[in-house]
């Protein structure tokens, strides 16, 4: 946000582009979007915090919350849910001893839409990293090398 200013007088976009440019500063550096960090962003922009939150949950992208080091989202779409995308999430649970929806610091797990990947179904997330036709041991090996387990 130092450079606020200098964003001011470069962005020739709208207001609304040059606050989604700071939002995605303050999700870049603190890996989601604080109330206090939106505090200060009203502050600078002139913006009340009410305006600034709906400009920020307009996009899936921003998060209101602090995300746990590893987030493993498991595709639960028609294809991968046929080919067994809920035997891997309750293999995955009982893996990892969290519940779907749940989360502590360092590991989350949450079900997704379709990943885009449905002929390589069933698939997993973990963090900006997808594996496609997972089975229950190669599940295990991917948690391992991501130092889940
Ligand atoms: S249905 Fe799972 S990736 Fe499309």
Redo the contacts with the bound molecule.
């Keep these: 946000m130092n450079n606020i200013k200098n964003k001011k007088k470069s962005s020739n976009g709208s207001k609304k582009k040059l606050i989604i440019e700071h939002l995605h500063d303050i999700q870049a550096k603190h890996g989601f979007i604080s109330e206090k960090e939106l505090k200060k962003l009203s502050f600078q922009t002139k913006k009340s915090v009410a305006e600034l939150y709906e400009a920020a949950s307009s996009y899936a992208y921003f998060s209101f919350e602090k995300k746990p080091e590893k987030l493993i989202k498991i595709?639960?779409?028609?294809?991968?849910?046929l080919?067994g995308?809920e035997n891997l999430l309750k293999h995955i649970e009982k893996l990892i001893g969290i519940k779907v929806g749940n989360k502590n610091s360092k590991v989350g797990l949450e079900t997704t839409?379709?990943?885009?990947?449905?002929d390589?179904?069933?698939?997993i997330q973990i963090n900006d990293k997808f594996y496609t036709k997972l089975t229950k041991d190669k599940i295990a090996q991917i948690l391992k090398k991501q130092k889940i387990l």
Excluded at 113 to 118: D, E, F, M, N
Excluded at 120 to 123: D, H, N, R
Aim: one cysteine or more; proline letters at 11%.
């Design positions: 595709c639960d779409s028609p294809v991968c849910h080919k995308s839409q379709c990943l885009g990947l449905c390589q179904a069933p698939v």
